[in-house]
């Protein structure tokens, strides 16, 4: 069975610019997160899917970044336009809802370097 | 709100040797706690997990925490360390029975295993 995918695994892009990133969950996992993760600092959550639905999105820092889930299954976050302290690595993971065990299941992660 | 405390950012050790990473979290409802490991290049994955029951969990490679409510701490131990345990470590609370099951991570801690 796949894991949780993410991409690319690593975007350096110029202060300005737009980058998008995917993550493909583990099929039949109706949650889908996304964290992120500043240098040094906590990994912090940014919002939760439940299928295609937006179910919690407190932790989006701006209006620069937009979560979509198209479809419940695939999901892309994108920065536009991106600033110097949007770098850091970004996770993405997955969890199924029944049995809800609490486990999430990671990707390795997109880290993005803004210059 | 929750939160979490990993007050050792970085911990050196001798193979063979004993270890404790500490966690302390705050939490004004019932949790669920969490360690996951993180490996170099790869994904966070779950270590191990306190839902219910026994206060002392055990991993699959030698791993245990013990949550003490009093404490309101969930300390990882192992009684001797391997070359292969060098990862970070990363503590996570989330909301008990009725809540919404998103953990939140502390800062992780790095375990460095010396030969």
């Known amino acids: 069975e796949a894991g949780v995918t993410q991409f690319p695994s690593h975007s350096v892009i110029e202060k300005g610019q737009t980058v998008t990133l995917r993550c493909d969950p583990i099929s039949g996992h109706d949650n889908l997160y996304w964290y992120r993760r500043v240098m040094g600092k906590e990994i912090k959550f940014l919002l939760h899917?439940?299928?295609?639905?937006?179910?919690?999105e407190s932790g989006m820092p701006n209006n620069r970044f937009l979560a979509e889930r198209t479809g419940g299954t695939y999901s892309t976050l994108k920065v536009q336009p991106a600033e110097l302290e949007d770098s850091g690595v970004y996770f993405c993971?997955?969890?199924?809802?029944?049995?809800?065990?609490?486990?999430?299941?990671f990707g390795e992660g997109s880290r993005l370097t803004v210059l | 709100a929750q939160s979490v405390t990993q007050l050792d950012s970085q911990v050196p050790v001798f193979e063979e040797a004993p270890v404790e990473l500490r966690c302390n979290y705050s939490s004004s409802v019932s949790v669920y706690l969490f360690w996951y490991v993180q490996y170099p290049n790869q994904g966070l994955q779950l270590l191990l997990k306190?839902?219910?029951?026994?206060?002392l969990v055990e991993s699959i490679n030698g791993f245990e925490a013990e949550f003490n409510k009093s404490q309101t701490s969930f300390h990882l131990r192992k009684p001797s360390v391997h070359i292969s345990d060098t990862a970070e470590y990363f503590c996570?609370?989330?909301?008990?029975?009725?809540?919404?099951?998103?953990?939140?991570f502390g800062r992780g801690t790095s375990l460095i295993v010396h030969p």
């Open positions: 899917f439940v299928k295609e639905s937006k179910q919690d």
């Open positions: 306190y839902l219910s029951g026994s206060t």
């Open positions: 993971a997955s969890s199924q809802t029944s049995p809800n065990t609490g486990e999430l299941f």
């Open positions: 996570a609370v989330s909301e008990g029975p009725g809540g919404s099951y998103i953990p939140t």
